[in-house]
C-alpha cells in the first residue's frame, strides 16, 4: 500500500512499525511484554498528538488523500446502491454522486461529492469540484427522493465549487442558491455529514439539512485556510495563521451552534480504519433519522428553516 | 462597450488625486472624461458620455427608485459583533470599527419600507463601500428580517445587491447567512409574494450564490459584474485569459440568468411597471 504519511502522523507510524516488525520476530523470542508495553505507548503517543493538533493539522486530516470517500461510505455503510446520473439538462457530473441504498432497512438518498484517488480519478472526478450540473443533478435526485418519501443523506467533501468559465456560463452561483432554496423546504428529513473538506459554497450547495454533523477531523468555513491568507494577508504563507483565525474545526463548529453533533473518528483519523468510521458514522445516521422520519412534513420545515435563521451573532 | 474598457483604464488613485482638483470633479473610470460631481449626481451617477455606471451606495440608491421621503429604515442599530475574535493584519473589531467611521454606515446592507410610485415595496440595498459589501451575521439578519416583513406584509420584496461575496472575518456564520437567506425566500416564495432582485456592479461569491440569483425577476445594471468565482481565482484556475466582457451583466443575461438589463434612470419606472403588471 503507497502510504501518505503526514509529518505529525510520523512518529505513531513509525512506532507501529517498529511494533509490527517485532511480532514477527515474537515467535522465536519471548518479548510479548515489551511488546504489549510499546502498544501502550503509541495508544498514548497517538492521544497526545491527537488531542492537540492545530487546526491547519486537522485541515490537513481533513485532506488525507487515503481517507474514505463518498463512494467508500456508500459501500461500507449501504446496500443496494444504485447510482443515478446526470442533471437531464447538461450532462453528468463526476464530482457529485448520488442514488439510492439502504440504510440497514431503511431507504435512502444518499448524495455527496466525490474525489479521486489518484492523478487519473481525480481529473475524471474534477478533484471533487462540482460544476453547475453536478449541483442540478443533486437536487433532481433530492427532488426523487421527496417524490418516493426518501430521507436524504448528503456527504460533504470538497475543496469548493469549480472556478471555471463554463460553471460560470452555466449559473453556479444560480445553481447554489436554488439548490439552498430547495433543500430549505423539501418534505423529507436531510441529514448532512461533513465528511472531509467543506470549503464555502460549494460545500453548502448539498448542505442544507435538518440535523448537520461533521466527522472528528474535518473542516467547514467560507473559504479554505490558503485562500483566505492569499486575500487577507497577500500571501500563501499565512495558512496556519488563516486556520486558526478561521476556527474551522468540528469542534469549533459545534460550538459556534453551526453543526449539532460530532461523530468521533477511529485512533489516528478515519482514513486508519474506514470500516470503523463507516460503522459509526451508520449507527449514528440511524439513530438521528428516526425521530425526523416520525415529524410531520409541516414541522420538519418550519424547524428546518428557524435552524438556519437562528445562525449568526450580532449587536442591536 | 463600457465593460470592455475598463479594466485597461483602471486608473490609480494617484491620478485620480491629480485629476480631481479640490475634489470637485471625479474621472470616469471607463471612458476617462473628466466629470463636475453635482454634474454626475444629477446624471445619478451615470456618466454623460459613455453611460458607464458608478458603483453608488444605499443613500443614493433609495434616493433614486423610492419616493422622496417614504422609506422607513428598520435594525438601524445592528452592527458587527466580531464573535471569532478575528485577526488577520488588522482586527476586525477595529476594521468594523474604521469602516463605520469612514463610511457612517453601520453595516454593507440597509433595510426598510418605502414606496415606488405610491406603490408600497420592502427594500434592502447593499454598500459596497462597508468592507466590499461583503455579508457577514448583519447582512444576512437584515436581509432575512426584511424578508420576514415582506412575507408578513404580504409586500412586495426589492433586494439591491453590490457585494464581494461574504465576509471572510465570521467565517462559517457568514457562510450560513446564505441559507439563511435563501430558507426565508422558500417561505416568501411559498406565499406568493414577489421578490425583485437587482444587481449591480459587482454582485459575486455568496451573495449572488444565495439571494441575488433567487428572484422572481433578476434586473441588472448595464456593465455589472455578476458571478460566483472572481474574475481573477478563475484566470488562475484555468491559465487561460477570460474572453471579452466575461462575467459582465450583457454576457450573464446572454447565458439566461437575468431578464432585463436597465439603465439606472429608467430604474424606478421598470420597478414600478413590474409591480404593476403582477399586483
Ligand atoms: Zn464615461
Not at chain 1, 169 to 176: K, L, T, V, Y
Not at chain 1, 247 to 263: F, G, H, S
Not at chain 1, 278 to 285: E, F
Not at chain 2, 170 to 197: D, V
Amino acid at each position: 500500500m503507497a502510504k501518505v504519511v503526514l509529518d505529525f502522523e510520523k512518529p505513531v507510524i513509525e512506532l507501529e512499525q517498529k511494533i509490527e516488525e517485532m511480532r514477527k520476530l515474537s515467535d522465536n523470542l519471548d518479548i510479548a511484554d515489551e511488546i504489549t508495553t510499546l502498544e501502550k505507548k503509541v495508544g498514548q503517543l497517538r492521544e497526545n498528538i491527537f488531542l492537540n493538533l492545530t487546526r491547519w493539522q486537522k485541515v490537513q486530516l481533513a485532506r488525507h488523500p487515503e481517507r474514505p470517500y463518498t463512494l467508500d461510505y456508500i459501500a461500507m455503510m449501504t446496500t443496494g446502491f444504485i447510482e443515478l446520473h446526470g442533471d437531464r439538462t447538461f450532462g453528468d457530473d463526476k464530482s457529485i454522486v448520488g442514488g439510492f441504498a439502504k440504510l440497514d432497512d431503511q431507504a435512502v438518498m444518499v448524495i455527496g461529492h466525490q474525489k479521486g484517488r489518484d492523478t487519473k480519478s481525480n481529473l475524471y472526478r474534477n478533484f471533487g469540484m462540482p460544476q453547475p450540473e453536478g449541483y442540478r443533478k443533486a437536487l433532481r435526485l433530492m427532488h426523487l427522493a421527496a417524490k418516493f418519501k426518501k430521507p436524504v443523506i448528503t456527504l460533504l467533501d470538497t475543496p469548493g465549487a469549480y472556478p471555471g468559465i463554463e460553471a460560470e456560463e452555466r449559473g453556479q452561483a444560480e445553481s447554489i442558491a436554488r439548490n439552498l432554496r430547495e433543500m430549505s423546504c423539501l418534505p423529507v428529513p436531510i441529514i448532512v455529514v461533513v465528511i472531509g473538506e467543506g470549503a464555502s459554497g460549494g460545500a453548502l450547495g448539498i448542505g442544507v439539512g435538518d440535523r448537520i454533523l461533521m466527522l472528528e477531523n474535518t473542516w467547514y468555513s467560507v473559504i479554505a485556510p490558503e485562500s483566505c491568507s492569499s486575500i487577507l494577508w497577500r500571501s500563501w504563507e499565512y495558512k496556519e495563521q488563516a486556520a486558526e483565525a478561521l476556527r474551522l474545526t468540528a469542534n469549533d463548529l459545534l460550538e459556534q451552534k453551526i453543526i449539532d453533533r460530532i461523530v468521533s473518528e477511529p485512533p489516528g483519523g478515519a482514513h486508519r480504519n474506514p470500516q470503523q468510521a463507516a460503522a459509526v458514522l451508520k449507527d449514528i445516521l440511524l439513530e438521528e433519522l428516526r425521530p425526523l422520519l416520525k415529524m410531520k412534513t409541516d414541522k420538519l420545515i418550519e424547524q428546518r428553516i428557524e435552524k438556519f435563521s437562528a445562525m449568526g451573532e450580532w449587536n442591536e | 462597450m463600457a465593460w470592455f474598457r475598463r479594466s485597461k483604464e483602471n486608473i490609480s488613485s494617484d491620478s485620480q488625486k491629480k485629476d480631481t482638483p479640490e475634489g470637485l470633479w471625479t474621472k470616469c473610470e471607463s471612458c476617462g472624461e473628466i466629470v463636475h460631481k453635482k454634474v454626475l449626481a444629477q446624471n445619478l451617477w451615470v456618466c454623460a458620455k459613455c453611460n458607464f455606471h458608478f458603483r453608488i451606495g444605499s443613500k443614493e440608491y433609495f434616493s433614486i427608485v423610492l419616493d422622496e421621503g417614504s422609506f422607513k429604515e428598520m435594525d438601524r442599530k445592528m452592527t458587527s459583533k466580531d464573535p471569532l475574535n478575528f485577526v488577520d493584519t488588522k482586527r476586525y473589531k477595529d476594521r468594523i470599527k474604521d469602516t463605520m467611521k469612514k463610511s457612517g454606515l453601520n453595516d454593507a446592507v440597509r433595510c426598510g419600507t418605502g414606496k415606488i410610485k405610491k406603490r408600497e415595496v420592502v427594500v434592502a440595498c447593499m454598500d459596497f463601500a462597508f468592507v466590499g459589501g461583503s455579508m457577514g451575521s448583519v447582512v444576512g439578519e437584515k436581509i432575512s428580517r426584511a424578508i420576514d416583513k415582506a412575507w408578513k406584509t404580504k409586500t412586495p420584496l426589492i433586494i439591491i445587491s453590490s457585494s464581494g461575496g461574504a465576509r471572510m472575518m465570521e467565517a462559517a456564520y457568514s457562510l450560513m447567512q446564505m441559507a439563511k437567506t435563501s430558507a426565508k425566500l422558500a417561505r416568501l416564495s411559498g406565499a406568493g409574494i414577489p421578490y425583485i432582485s437587482v444587481m449591480t456592479d459587482p454582485t459575486s461569491g455568496g451573495v449572488t450564490a444565495s439571494f441575488a440569483m433567487l428572484g422572481d425577476f433578476h434586473i441588472a445594471e448595464p456593465g455589472a459584474l455578476i458571478g460566483f468565482a472572481g474574475p481573477r481565482v478563475i484566470k488562475q484556475t484555468i491559465g487561460k485569459d477570460l474572453p471579452a466582457g466575461f462575467q459582465r451583466a450583457e454576457f450573464v443575461q446572454e447565458r439566461g440568468f437575468i431578464d432585463l438589463i436597465v439603465d439606472r434612470k429608467d430604474m424606478k419606472e421598470t420597478l414600478s411597471k413590474l409591480l404593476e403588471m403582477i399586483s
